[in-house]
């Protein structure tokens, strides 16, 4: 192994009390999103203790920080490593941020401390409100990124991989207005919202028969009525599409809106569609950073798993459009653990989940090292950032 990477390694070992700590601090106050307040406060500061300068609420973002070492603020190249720290409502750090918190923290400080002569610099970002509000598309159309080049985090997960796919998503709400009228005296002077509502979730239940595999399609009635012999004057649910490329995302989304629209007039219902933003884009692979990625998971002793096809979206497919960006994931669970859980929650205290923390701070850290003294991998990187979609 590259004696810098061995030094590396070396330094994220030394800091693995600091960084369990880290990790420990945000799973004992998991805080929704734009709502994380002490976890923002509480690594801005630790980055200051270590030697890194920290700008709070960057962006225009309350909750977001940027940390820069101080021997080197400035630099190109510059590789962002992204820290997320949002909790899931109820189940706190189910999706194991606190965990992806703790690696970039101490990729960024291995790293750091390992510059030397190397040409560029690094920085931290902390991007809040990764679970639905989009932080980092609220920093990247802000600015923030538009003195870096490449973007890594990892996330805790059921398998090792240098990266996989993601699904964009829209997400929606629907509304249905009728007329109330008695349901047993005069059922005919009512419009029922609700069979609209019914009448539109089966359609798309019936349209997900003709979509890809690499699209998806779910929802729920948030709202059906409010009395059994009431014929409902308003109903509402809210609905996800999701597929793997963003020209699919949009087409489906109109056969759903036709679904949507074929339910109100069939039933002389009105209707509103309210598109919820952000919308999350897939996510833009980068293959020569994966490959990077991946030969550095390998010299660490990580055997690469493949690819199960299973799929979710994060605002990081935003991000990707922006500059390159990887989004690796290191096994804590095994298969059969769903993410979003309490158990998968505490699966980021455990041994395997302390273990993982350690190898991913180390593989990112070793990817931002290639990156910066590899000037024939940023061309490759650069190239395959500029022809795929």
Known sequence: MDPVKSRIGAEVDALAGD?????????????????????????????????????????????????????????????????????????????????????????????????????????????????????????AEAGVFAEMDAAMM?????????????????????EFFGEAAHASISPDRGVNALDAMVAAYNNISMLRQQIRPDARIHGIITHGGDAPNIIPQYTAGLFYVRAANRKYRD???KKVERCIEAAAVATGAGHKIEVGQPTFDPIKRNPPLEEATRANMEALG?????????????????????????????????????????????ATMS?????????????????????????ELRERVREAFQKRE
């Open 19 to 139: 960084l369990f700590k880290v990790s420990e601090y945000l799973y004992n106050n998991p805080e929704i999103g734009y709502q994380e307040f002490k976890a923002c406060e509480f690594l801005s500061r630790f980055m200051e203790e270590h030697g890194f300068k920290s700008e709070r609420g960057t962006g225009g973002v309350q909750t977001a920080f940027l940390a820069r070492p101080a021997i080197r603020l400035k630099g190109r190249p510059c590789v962002a490593f992204l820290a997320e720290y949002d909790a899931l409502p109820g189940v706190g750090h189910g999706c194991g941020h606190n965990l992806i918190a703790a690696a970039s923290v101490g990729a960024a400080l291995a790293l750091g401390r390992n510059l030397g002569e190397v040409q560029g610099t690094l920085a931290l970002v902390g991007t809040p409100a990764e679970e639905g509000g989009g932080g980092k598309i609220l920093l």
């Open 154 to 174: 990892c996330h805790p997960s059921r398998l090792n991989r240098p990266g996989e796919e993601m699904f964009g998503r829209v997400k929606f709400k629907v």
């Open 251 to 253: 087409e489906v989304y």
């Open 302 to 346: 990580i055997s690469v798993d493949p690819d199960d096809g299973r799929r979710g979206s994060s605002d990081i497919g935003n991000l990707s459009f922006y500059l390159p960006a990887i989004h690796p994931s290191a096994a804590i669970v095994d298969p059969e653990v769903p993410g979003h859980s309490k158990i998968f929650a505490e």
């Open 351 to 375: 041994p395997r989940g302390k273990d993982a923390l350690l190898k991913a701070a180390k593989f990112l850290a070793m990817t931002g090292y290639d990156y910066l003294t590899s000037a």
